[in-house]
């Protein structure tokens, strides 16, 4: 529960300052992505997006996006406390389980966490009167008092007989 914690307070921290726009640009990466689209679009600038992604043991988090002609720019910031809360959770891990660390547990660890990762869904469902919305708020709002899961109905029923 500490590393939940740990690790929602640095996605919280490093949210702050990328939309304040507190970071310097040497510090980012810019991800060229060719699209096929059947019409061309020019974005006259950069729009601000939230999302995060792993690659080669790296943590990254995507910071904006911007589509030119048949090219989606993604700009994106490393997230070094990110790596070193994981590094930190697989040391707990060897330590708790008395393993020698191998890769295999490693592995395995790295493969829960993207398994069991808890993420915020939102699921429709066709309903007699209307549509049904399923909301499931992310572990991340755990420590919220508005912590639940809702059920909506839309448009209201006419009666409840």
Not at 5 to 25: F, S
Not at 31 to 51: C, F, H, M, N
Not at 77 to 106: C, E, R, W, Y
Request: charged share 20%; hydrophobic share 35%; glycine share 4%.
């Amino acid at each position: 529960m500490l590393f939940l914690a740990l690790k929602y307070q640095a996605r919280t921290e490093l949210i702050e300052h990328l939309d304040a726009n507190t970071y310097t640009a040497d510090r980012t990466i810019i991800i060229k992505v060719p699209l096929s689209i059947p019409y061309q679009t020019d974005w006259t600038a950069y729009e601000r997006v939230d999302g995060d992604f792993e690659h080669q043991g790296e943590f990254y988090r995507l910071v904006k996006q911007k589509l030119q002609h048949d090219t989606l720019y993604v700009v994106c910031i490393k997230d070094h406390k990110q790596k070193q809360l994981t590094s930190a959770m697989g040391d707990f891990t060897k330590l708790v389980n008395d393993l020698p660390g191998t890769s295999t547990t490693l592995k395995l660890l790295g493969s829960f966490q993207k398994e069991y990762r808890f993420s915020s869904a939102i699921e429709l469902f066709a309903h007699q009167s209307g549509w049904f919305r399923k909301i499931n708020y992310p572990v991340a709002t755990a420590f919220s008092p508005l912590y639940n899961e809702q059920e909506l109905v839309a448009p209201p029923p006419e009666s409840f007989s």
